[in-house]
């Protein structure tokens, strides 16, 4: 168990329609990571946090896409209109700065299935 | 461009065999490497990293990886083979100043037969 929390687990939506994941890291750490996971595939920068500050936003974060971490602590991905494009598996990660290179602890992931 | 290689997409083993997952990378600079595994259902579970010094790196449930330079590459290994350790392996990079980012290979599947 490596402390990162993600809900939900599993979420189940028709095109068209709004969802939104929350994750809680590890309590000490400052920074806080999305990616997502399609079959067959390594998992893919997203967006990247510290404190609450967004530092990095990949390409593949569409305009329908939002993060947040309003309090420096949990943080929420939220994807508008859903596609059948955006299936895939959303994992969060923290780490904590500590000026050298850090581990990122993965959360169970939520499994998003759009119809 | 940072990038990851696993070239296996399936390793079979027998049980009490050594095995070795393969990785290669490509970083414009120093790289930070990772091997982490993923079960069933499951998130990434970390089993170890190189940074710097030794090339040979202990890890988590027996692992090792050896960091080789000239070849860029992150094997990791295991002198005996476990059922539980069939799973999917991800490598992962990251450059040394910017390692807010990793990049992930596309895994390898661990088959590890009684």
């Known amino acids: 168990d490596t402390g990162v929390s993600q809900d939900p687990r599993h979420k189940i939506t028709k095109r068209g329609q709004n969802v939104t994941f929350r994750c809680d890291p590890i309590s000490e750490h400052n920074r806080l990571y999305w990616y997502r996971q399609t079959l067959g595939q390594g998992p893919e920068f997203l967006t990247y946090?510290?404190?609450?500050?967004?530092?990095?936003k990949s390409r593949l974060l569409s305009d329908r896409f939002s993060a947040e971490r309003p309090k420096g602590s949990f943080s929420t991905l939220e994807i508008q209109r859903t596609e059948q494009g955006d299936s895939a598996m959303y994992l969060c990660a923290s780490s904590l700065n500590s000026g050298n290179q850090e581990t990122q602890y993965f959360g169970p992931g939520t499994r998003l299935l759009v119809l | 461009a940072q990038s990851v290689a696993q070239p296996e997409d399936q390793v079979n083993v027998a049980e009490g065999n050594p095995l070795t997952v393969k990785c290669t990378y490509s970083?414009?600079?120093?790289?930070?490497l990772f091997w982490y595994v993923q079960y069933p259902n499951r998130g990434l579970q970390f089993l170890l990293k190189?940074?710097?010094?030794?090339?040979l790196v202990k890890g988590s449930y027996g692992f090792e990886a050896e960091f080789n330079k000239s070849q860029t590459s992150f094997h990791l290994k295991k002198p005996s083979a476990l059922v539980s350790d069939s799973a999917l392996y991800f490598c992962a990079v990251s450059e040394l100043y910017n390692f807010n980012k990793f990049y992930f290979g596309s895994g390898t599947k661990l088959n590890v037969k009684p």
């Open positions: 190189y940074i710097t010094g030794d090339n």
């Open positions: 970083v414009s600079g120093n790289p930070y």
């Open positions: 946090f510290q404190n609450e500050a967004q530092l990095e």
